[in-house]
Nanobody, 118 residues
Framework: QVQLVESGGGSVQPGGSLRLSCAAS?????????MGWYRQAPGNERELVAT???????NYADSVKGRFTVSKDNTKNTVYLQMNNLKPEDTAVYYC???????????WGQGTQVAVSA
């Protein structure tokens, strides 16, 4: 099994920045893997924030475009989410996800809390 360990969450003021990290216990990068960041606020459904493919192609939710950047380091089996100009509506528990496409399987991090308030 693959274990994902998240870090980097915390409490910041609006306009602040955080960088989340998600490290896999072993190398799972391949052309059939998509890495993603999701977030879930209390009482809300989990929503997709950003994705990055093994080839480096990225996609972002409209709400975070221009503010968040997803990246990866294959040598460290780690994916990152740089969050700038944070807003109160970004407050949520953030989860990383490694999705294998062939065969289909998902691995999830434990979640890390991000709180944005004045």
């Amino acid at each position: 099994q693959v274990q994902l360990v998240e870090s980097g969450g915390g409490s910041v003021q609006p306009g602040g920045s955080l960088r989340l990290s998600c490290a896999a216990s072993r190398n799972i990068f391949s052309i059939y893997v998509i890495m993603g960041w999701y977030r879930q606020a209390p009482g809300n459904e989990r929503e997709l924030v950003a994705t990055i493919t093994s080839g480096g192609s990225t996609n972002y939710a409209d709400s975070v475009k221009g503010r968040f950047t997803v990246s990866k380091d294959n040598t460290k089996n780690t994916v990152y989410l740089q969050m700038n100009n944070l807003k109160p509506e970004d407050t949520a528990v953030y989860y990383c996800n490694f999705r294998k496409l062939v065969p289909r399987a998902d691995y999830w991090g434990q979640g890390t809390q991000v709180a944005v308030s004045a």
